[in-house]
């Protein structure tokens, strides 16, 4: 074998070596970028649910005090009649002491 022939085997070697080594490392950083990206996906999710429970919690919570609101309302529409009655005894009282 001739100098020129083991220099194209070694060139052949060297090539099918290179695309083979190019082609693995491809195949890792595909694989790395896979892991990572399904890792943020995890975070993202994890955080649209955090914010999920959040807006119901808030929604509980501002339903709680619309009736809260409701409630309170009646009492003071019970307190304005029951003052008003208060003020018709009133008037009948200072209109018999007179």
């Known amino acids: 074998m001739s100098v020129d022939g083991l220099i194209a085997i070694i060139s052949v070697v060297s090539a099918l070596t290179g695309i083979a080594l190019g082609w693995i490392g491809r195949a890792r950083t595909i694989q790395q970028d896979a892991a990572q990206q399904a890792g943020t996906d995890a975070m993202q999710r994890a955080d649209v649910d955090y914010l999920k429970r959040g807006v119901d919690d ?41």
């Open 58 to 98: 808030i929604r509980l919570e501002q339903r709680a005090q619309g009736q809260k609101f409701d409630a309170l309302s009646e009492r003071v529409t019970r307190v304005e009649e029951s003052t008003k009655q208060a003020h018709h005894r009133l008037n009948r009282l200072e209109d018999n002491t007179e």
